[in-house]
């Protein structure tokens, strides 16, 4: 865990996110609290993340979903490099549940 983001507030909005109990509940929160902006960059680089997964090529990646390069690479190593797993924890729970 990163000591750098752990604080009070930090802790509150991972409470306030795992209090959500579905997917409209999600877009009613987030809403509310990013901008469009912020929400598809989110969105996009877990997208990435999942086609790095699926071993899909740089080219390919910035062609579905127009993220940059740089913005690739820095999932790349959040990914493969950091000890944090955090992409790899979500993913490997969503596809797992997609082979359901």
């Given amino acids: 865990m990163n000591s750098k983001l752990k604080n009070d507030s930090t802790d509150f909005l991972f409470?306030?996110?795992l209090s959500l109990?579905?997917?409209?509940?999600?877009?009613?929160f987030f809403e509310d609290?990013?901008?469009?902006?912020?929400?598809?960059?989110?969105?996009q680089r877990l997208v990435v993340a999942k086609?790095?997964?699926e071993k899909k090529v740089y080219t390919e990646i910035v062609k579905e979903t127009?993220?940059?390069t740089a913005t690739i690479s820095r999932v790349k190593r959040s990914l493969f490099d950091n000890d944090t797993?955090?992409?790899?924890?979500?993913?490997?729970k969503?596809?797992?549940e997609d082979k359901k």
């Fill in 66 to 68: 127009g993220a940059s």
């Fill in 15 to 17: 409470k306030a996110i």
């Fill in 51 to 53: 086609m790095l997964v």
């Fill in 94 to 96: 969503l596809l797992k």
């Fill in 33 to 43: 609290l990013c901008t469009s902006s912020e929400l598809k960059a989110m969105s």
């Fill in 21 to 28: 109990k579905n997917e409209e509940e999600c877009y009613r």
């Fill in 85 to 92: 797993y955090g992409y790899s924890l979500v993913l490997d």
